[in-house]
């Protein structure tokens, strides 16, 4: 199959983050470009693109992946920094992956702003809490973790779920970058 090339222009913002900014601002920073990241990757897909399959027997989709960071944003700020117990989202009995097993029914309208609700809430949990400030909740393993380790696992999440949504993207539409 040829190689398509696919112009694009993002209307979605990411600014770059500062090369001289302090622990906190630098963690801050990199979340949110890698945030601003997936969603570029999803920018101008409909959503029969969005939930198009990355290959078999993987069901990794990108409509699926902005569902999945909801998820993993509500998990860790809400859940393990907060201790709120917030029910999953999309996650059930029957299907702990559904927030990637995408039907029909499901749209990237609905998923972004689940998401960006997430994002929001998760900014206003961390913004009340110093770096070294230990969760009250605790994650499946029974572990705490203070916010620096959250915004560091967080980054390692979406970089590596970016990863794969590049691979998606260029599967569907041939467009690479950004």
Known sequence: MPRMTTE???SIPRVDPSTTSGER????????WHRATLARKCEGLDDAQLRTLSAAPSDLNLLGLVRHM???????????????????????????????????????????????????????????????D????KHRGGKTYNLRWIYLHMIEEYARHNGHADLIRERVDGATGY
Do not use: C, P, S
């Open 8 to 10: 694009r222009t993002e």
């Open 25 to 32: 601002e630098a963690l801050e920073q990199w979340l949110d």
């Open 70 to 132: 909801a998820e993993v944003e509500r998990g860790w700020f809400r859940n393990v920094l907060a201790g709120e117990k917030a029910a999953w989202i999309y996650a059930t009995d029957e299907d702990n992956d559904r927030d990637i097993h995408v039907t029909d029914e499901d749209t990237y309208e609905e998923a972004y702003a689940t998401w960006q609700a997430e994002i929001a809430h998760a900014n206003a949990l961390a913004a009340g809490h110093g770096l070294d």
């Open 134 to 137: 230990i969760g009250v909740g």
